[in-house]
Every structure is written in structure tokens, then in C-alpha cells.
């Protein structure tokens, strides 16, 4: 916050934050990234101007995967519903079956006072990476993909914050969201907030331009840029432009095919397998992980042991301790009935907590709600 006062002022930072009154849903974020992120970023904006109103209501998270909503359901507020399947929703009453109510409940009940609603989440995103060969449309998923977008377009959201993997791109979300929405997108790395762990993702700003308009004096973009850290490593240490035949395996030579047919992306990460390979990879210097895929023990020889799966996960900066918790004013994620396998599993699946808080400071910033 104080960075932030530097640059555009004490006075524009502390008007923008007595303003902030989300009521949130989250979809797809992992382990509770994204509500940890706005926890945090609540209890920063209330020490940095105590008189604001600055504060955010979750409401509902939606997590397929049984142990994602153990997690969730241990971890957070007893009023958060937590809904199995985004495709399993109904439309027509507005309500899923809740797996914390063990009934059916609201999907997206009734915004709190002058509380704007949000939505954060990432769309199935597998059919658009090279795991799933880039099949976009043609994707088995993509039914999920268009149910998460059809559910945001027939709530009260104004707000929709998107995380995707790189290659998802603002015409897919246009397409999906309509004219009514305008984007704000740029690609976060947590590399660049100085943390040991590369994991490239497209964010999105998404808002209805009648409603909700942009009033900050910066881009989603170059906002980000105003948080950099020190990078604690370069690119070129975590990704090989090329690697001999030999040691390149099938699915990392067909992945790695794949970028060099796509200039754009850049350095390939060799970890992000083409469709029939899940696996996690050592990095160039054999020390640190790229939090990308799926797989039930990490070993590096670097370390020379296996990863333990909360030293995965905690590269997300999740509070996995007490002192994390306390420091972050949140609720310590409870990890504790759940098994390596799924932990290691949630650790290549889960954005990262200052990731996606940097782009929902962005949007409370930059966002402001217009008057009926």
C-alpha cells in the first residue's frame, strides 16, 4: 500500500478504498488462493485508512475436485457455500446443490448492502494449453468453459476476474461475455513480485461498461508493473530455449514442437505436457519447480529429496502456519485430512495468492461503480 500511495497519491488510494464493498464468488482457484488474496488485501486497506469501508463478503466457492472442497470447507466461514460441478448448476432457479448445506442453495445471493458483486475464477482451462494439444471448441471441456461463462452472464455480477493459462486470449472471453463487457488483461508471472516459482498466467479484468466503469489512471499492466520485485531468477534459468534430442522426452519434444510452431510464447515451459503426459520437472539449475502440472511426489536433485507437497504448495504463498496466517490476516488453510497426492496435486493447479491479489487491488482500485 505504501508503493502504491507513492505514486498516485495518499488522498486517490484512501477515496478509492473507502469505496471497495465486494460481495465475491470464486470458481476454479485451487485451494482458496483468491480468498486469501482479498482477505489480505482487506486487512491491508483497513490498517492503510482505518476509516474506510473498505471490505469484501465471500459468499460461494465452486470446486469439483473432493479434496479442493475439504480444504475449503475447513477452511473458511460456515456461510461460504461450496458447489461441486459449474455444470451441474440450475440455470432456470438460480440455485446448485451445496455441499456444505447439504441442501440447495442460492448461486448468487443477494449482494450485500452497496456491495458490489464479483466474480474470480479460471475457466477449465486444458483445451487451450498444450496438455490438451490446443483443441479450444473442440475441447471434451468445453462445455464446462461455456457453463462458467453463461452462469456469470445470467447472475448480478458486474466484476469478472479471469485467470487462464497463456494462451488464452481477450477474443475468447469477448466471445463468450458479449459487447455488454469491457477487458483489462495482461500476463502476471509470480516471478516478477520476486518469488522463487514460475507460473505464467493470463489475467482479465472483466466488467460491464454500463454499469461499472474504469476510473484509475493506469492499465491493468502497467499497474503490475508499479509492484515488481526484484526477479529472483531470469527467465533463461528456469526454461531451455532447446535441449538436446536425448534427454528431451516424447511429450516434451512434441510440447516443445508446439512453441517453436508459436513464436509468441516465448521460452517453453517443457513441464506443461502435451496431451497424454502429466508430470513435474526439475528447473535449468536443478533447484526450484514450475508450478504447472500434475503429479504425486516431486523429486529434485537439487535438494536431492522428494519436495514435500506443503513446500509446493506454500510457493503460492498460501498461510500454511500460524505466523502465516496471523501475518496475512487470514485463515490458516487446513491441509490436514488431506493426502500428499492431492496436495501435490492442489500445488500445480492453484494460482498464486500475490498474483491474483495484485490484479483484485487493480480491480478495487481501478474500478468504480456507476450510481442508477
Avoid at 42 to 47: E, I, L, N, T, Y
Avoid at 73 to 90: A, Y
Avoid at 119 to 136: D, I, L
Avoid at 163 to 176: G, S
Wanted: hydrophobic share 35%; charged share 25%; net charge positive.
Amino acid at each position: 500500500m505504501e508503493r502504491i500511495e507513492l505514486i498516485f497519491g495518499r488522498d486517490w488510494v484512501k477515496k478509492r478504498l473507502n469505496k471497495w464493498r465486494w460481495t465475491m464468488s470464486t470458481a476454479f482457484t485451487g485451494v482458496g488462493c483468491a480468498e486469501i488474496a482479498a482477505l489480505s488485501l482487506q486487512a491491508a486497506a483497513r490498517r492503510f485508512a482505518p476509516e474506510s469501508g473498505a471490505s469484501v463478503h465471500i459468499t460461494s466457492a465452486c470446486e469439483i475436485d473432493k479434496s479442493c472442497q475439504k480444504v475449503l470447507l475447513d477452511t473458511f466461514d460456515s456461510d461460504q457455500c461450496i458447489f461441486p460441478d459449474i455444470t451441474k448448476i440450475d440455470m432456470n432457479k438460480g440455485k446448485s446443490y451445496c455441499v456444505r448445506h447439504q441442501c440447495m442453495c442460492e448461486l448468487q445471493p443477494e449482494p450485500h448492502e452497496d456491495c458490489m458483486q464479483v466474480s474470480v475464477g479460471g475457466p477449465v482451462c486444458v483445451h487451450y494449453s498444450p496438455m490438451g494439444n490446443r483443441e479450444k471448441e473442440g475441447g471434451a471441456q468445453h462445455v464446462t468453459h461455456k457453463s462458467y461463462y453463461r452462469e456469470i452472464k445470467k447472475s448480478k455480477t458486474k466484476i469478472c476476474v479471469v485467470e487462464n493459462v497463456p494462451e488464452y486470449t481477450e477474443e475468447v472471453v469477448q466471445k463468450e461475455l458479449g459487447g455488454e463487457w469491457m477487458i483489462e488483461s495482461a500476463r502476471v508471472d509470480p516471478r516478477i513480485f520476486g518469488l522463487p516459482c514460475c507460473r505464467t498466467r493470463v489475467f482479465m479484468i472483466c466488467y460491464k461498461w454500463r454499469e461499472v466503469r474504469w476510473v484509475a489512471p493506469f492499465t491493468l499492466s502497467s499497474f503490475l508493473g508499479c509492484l515488481r520485485q526484484r526477479v529472483v531468477m531470469t527467465a533463461a534459468n528456469y526454461f531451455y530455449k532447446s535441449l538436446p534430442k536425448s534427454i528431451l522426452s516424447a511429450s516434451a519434444a512434441a510440447n516443445l514442437k508446439c512453441y517453436n510452431e508459436e513464436k509468441s510464447f516465448g521460452f517453453p515451459d517443457l513441464n506443461q505436457l502435451c496431451k497424454n503426459g502429466r508430470a513435474r520437472g526439475e528447473t535449468k539449475d536443478k533447484c526450484l519447480q514450475t508450478l504447472t502440472t500434475n503429479s504425486g511426489r516431486i523429486y529434485s536433485q537439487g535438494h536431492g529429496r522428494y519436495i514435500e507437497p506443503e513446500e509446493a504448495l506454500s510457493s503460492h504463498v498460501l498461510p500454511m502456519t500460524d505466523k502465516h496466517a496471523k501475518i496475512c490476516k487470514a485463515p490458516k488453510v487446513q491441509m490436514g485430512e488431506v493426502s500428499r497426492t492431492a496436495k501435490t496435486r492442489m500445488a500445480g493447479n492453484a494460482m498464486n495468492v500475490p498474483c491474483i491479489g495484485a490484479v483484485l487491488l487493480a480491480a478495487v482500485l481501478g474500478l468504480d461503480d456507476i450510481a442508477p
